[in-house]
Every structure is written in structure tokens, then in C-alpha cells.
């Protein structure tokens, strides 16, 4: 199920009222005031919640970015207890990954490698939410643990997901060595119903005129000269210079832009999987190439 179809349910907050001495000594990074409070609650003192929210001391250590108490309380924590979500079905690695500290996700996978199968409430594993954040040093650990029955599209959906995540946020490289793990995912759709060629020919560049495009983007780029009434015959140059016309103007670009895009796709599958494969990998690599070249 896609996530804006996904209901909403109203979550309500637990009967707890905030320990502020937790707070503070948390802050301070005071572990021995912590294990000193932590007692009081018995053995489920790690697996407790301490705010309305669910959180476990983990989890609020993780928000407030102490790196060595987090160390410190995996260490002593049983794996299970680092397993416990908030009422938001949140772990404290999906808290780390949230704020993209890769220095605690890398201690809490030590301790407990399951924690990257766990899935938020959206169904997302860790590495996925970490490439919707946009946090690239976090998605290339994250990805490097995670099993590959949770990415292969034939045991999995987190894969695809991944995949055109990955060309969303411009991380070509690490969607260009998730797809030469995976070849499978190049014929794949996501929870959206769309494809890593799609992402791609959707891309910026493919609309900037110039003949150092590759064979590709001049293709699609030639077949969105649609003529739109009340506008010039250069759709394409109205296009990138931002030329006002009709409120048509952009739909009817979208419309030549799909219609393009379905038969490219329906040409590619007739000539098989292996060519789509071929080309989606072409693009990717000469993305990576193209970023590569504009660093400074």
C-alpha cells in the first residue's frame, strides 16, 4: 500500500509523565546519575518507557546525539531492549538515522544487527528512511549491513524502493552498485508504481539543450517538441527558458513526457529484460560520471 493511502490513526500518548533527572543527566552525560535512576525501574529499567511517547532511555539518548552514553547503554543492554518502538514505531536507530548519526547507528548494529530488518511504521527498513533523509554516508553503512533478503526483489520491495530513492535524492553510485547486486531491479516498480528508468529520464538534465547529451536524453528531449496552442513552436526552448504561456502548457508537457516514457519502456521489453537492464546501468554510470565531474 502506498503511504499517502495508508490511514491515519490518532496515536495516543502513554500515561507517563516526563523524568526530568533523566533528561538532565542525560544531557550532562552523566552515567552514573543515569544507572542510579535506571534502578528504580527494576529489571525492564532498558526496556521501560520514560516519556509519553514511549521513548526508552536509548532512545532519548540517541535524540540528544550523546554518542558515548548511547556506547555505553548498547554495551549493557540486552539486544531485545534496543528493539522497542515509541508509539510512533520508531526504534533508537530509526532515531539515529533521523538525525543521520552514523557514529551510533555503527554502535548499535554491533551490538544488534537485526536492527536494520526492523521496519518503521511506513514499512520502511533503516537504510531506506535514511536515503529518504537524504543522508548518503549513512545509506552507504547502513547498506553494507543490511541482509540481502531485505533489498532482493525477489524475497523483498525495500529493494526497488531503495533503488529509486537513491536516483531521487542524486545518489547515483550507490543505486548503480545496488543494481549490479540486483539486476532485477531495473524491471521492478515501487510502492508508487514507478520504475528506476522513469526516475531517471525524469531527470533535470535530460531538459538542457546541448549535444554533449548522450543518445538517450536527445531522444526524449526531441520527442517533447509538442505543439501547444497559443504558445511558439519550440516547446522545449519555452521550457527552459520559463517562458509563461497557457496553464496547458504543463500538462501537456507532462502528457508528451509520459506518453514518450511508455513507449520507451514498451520498445525496451521487447527486446527483453537484459536490454533494460543495459540501459538503466548506462545512465546511472554516466550519472556518476557527470556528478563526478562537476565536484569541485
Request: charged fraction near 25%.
Amino acid at each position: 500500500m502506498k503511504k499517502e493511502e495508508k490511514e491515519e490513526t490518532e496515536i495516543e500518548c502513554l500515561d507517563i509523565q516526563p523524568d526530568l533527572r533523566f533528561y538532565n543527566a542525560i544531557n550532562r552525560g552523566d552515567w552514573e546519575a543515569i544507572m542510579n535512576l535506571l534502578e528504580s525501574k527494576g529489571d525492564d529499567k532498558f526496556s521501560s518507557a520514560i516519556s509519553p511517547y514511549g521513548e526508552t532511555i536509548l532512545h532519548v539518548a540517541t535524540l540528544s546525539g550523546q554518542v558515548m552514553l548511547v556506547k555505553k547503554l548498547v554495551e549493557v543492554m540486552k539486544p531485545s531492549d534496543m528493539e522497542i518502538k515509541t508509539i510512533y514505531g520508531q526504534t533508537a536507530l530509526s532515531s539515529a538515522v533521523n538525525l543521520g548519526n552514523t557514529k551510533i547507528a555503527r554502535y548499535m548494529v554491533m551490538q544488534n544487527p537485526n536492527l536494520v530488518t526492523i521496519a518503521n511504521r511506513w514499512g520502511d527498513i533503516p537504510v531506506l528512511e535514511a536515503a529518504f533523509y537524504g543522508y548518503k554516508d549513512m545509506v552507504k553503512y547502513l547498506k553494507s549491513v543490511t541482509p540481502d533478503q531485505c533489498l532482493d526483489p525477489e524475497t523483498s520491495t525495500q529493494g526497488v524502493d531503495l533503488l529509486t530513492c537513491c536516483i531521487d535524492v542524486e545518489f547515483y553510485d550507490i543505486a548503480l552498485d545496488l543494481l549490479q547486486k540486483f539486476p532485477q531491479l531495473a524491471i521492478r516498480k515501487n510502492q508508487y508504481g514507478t520504475t528506476a528508468l522513469t526516475k531517471l529520464v525524469r531527470e533535470p538534465s535530460a531538459f538542457k539543450s546541448g549535444s554533449e547529451h548522450v543518445f538517450w536524453q536527445r531522444w526524449i528531449y526531441h520527442s517533447l517538441q509538442v505543439r501547444i496552442p497559443g504558445t511558439s513552436n519550440n516547446t522545449r526552448r519555452d521550457i527552459e527558458s520559463g517562458c509563461e504561456g497557457p496553464k496547458s502548457r504543463e500538462s501537456m508537457t507532462q502528457i508528451a513526457l509520459n506518453r514518450t516514457l511508455k513507449c520507451l519502456w514498451d520498445v525496451l521489453k521487447l527486446f527483453g529484460n537484459e536490454l533494460i537492464l543495459y540501459f538503466v546501468q548506462s545512465i546511472l554510470l554516466y550519472m556518476v560520471l557527470l556528478s563526478s565531474s562537476l565536484r569541485p
